[in-house]
């Protein structure tokens, strides 16, 4: 099993030690044929506008596509969620489009404004998630097939999942925080070797989430 993270821009380090950390070696993901028999894939936090010019440049929009029809995971956290999005609140134009969501970008304020929480987050179970926001976007809507999988204490959801796409606002990875990656890893598992019944088994993924 291979788990891609995409290595353009940003901050993708901290995923691949994550991934190391569970026993996972990632391919760090540059040019199309990296994402050449992968099993998943994350997008990490950086500059959503850098990320999209290069992800343009280097012709790996249509392969990523292809890996996430394929029902692979794709897992964004925070600009990576901003590329998954449908649509982003003001004038950009969305990038990959596979989460039917709408995302405004910025939405805690500036770098300054960076803050650390506590999460309950119940498909990952009953101990909290420490997300750290730097930058952040958040979510405004949500399309019917998409599963919120966390919110604020003020009701601004934070954490999404609509089938294999699974996206985060704030960064786990650089909280010491392994559970969305080896959440990746069992979904990326599964789709290399679905198994007899796999259709009816239960999934910890498609839990519908509730909150207190």
């Known amino acids: 099993m291979k788990i891609g993270v995409l290595a353009v821009q940003g901050a993708f380090i901290e995923h691949v030690r994550t991934f190391r950390s569970i026993g996972v070696e990632p391919v760090e993901v540059r040019q199309p ?26 012709d790996l929009r249509a392969p990523i596509l292809r890996l996430a029809e394929s029902g692979a995971p794709l897992f964004g956290t925070c600009a990576g969620m901003i590329l998954l999005a449908r649509e982003i609140d ?20 500036r770098q300054l404004d960076s803050f650390e929480t506590d999460l309950d987050v119940p498909v990952l179970g009953d101990q909290p998630v420490h997300g750290i926001f730097i930058r952040a976007p958040v979510i405004v809507r949500t399309g019917p097939a998409v599963d919120i999988l966390a919110i604020l204490p003020d009701g601004r959801i934070v954490a999404v999942r609509e089938r294999n796409v699974i996206a985060t606002a704030f960064h786990p990875e650089l909280a010491g925080e392994t559970r969305f990656h080896r959440l990746v890893a069992t979904m990326a598992a599964e789709h290399d070797d679905p198994g007899e019944g796999s259709g009816r088994r239960h999934h910890p993924t498609r839990r519908t989430a509730t909150f207190r």
């Open 33 to 58: 044929d990296d994402l050449d028999g992968l099993s998943g894939l994350v997008l990490p936090g950086g500059e959503s506008t850098a990320m999209r010019r290069l992800i343009e440049r280097w």
């Open 90 to 109: 003001g004038a950009d134009p969305p990038v990959l489009s596979l989460l039917d969501v709408t995302v405004t970008r910025n939405a805690f304020g």
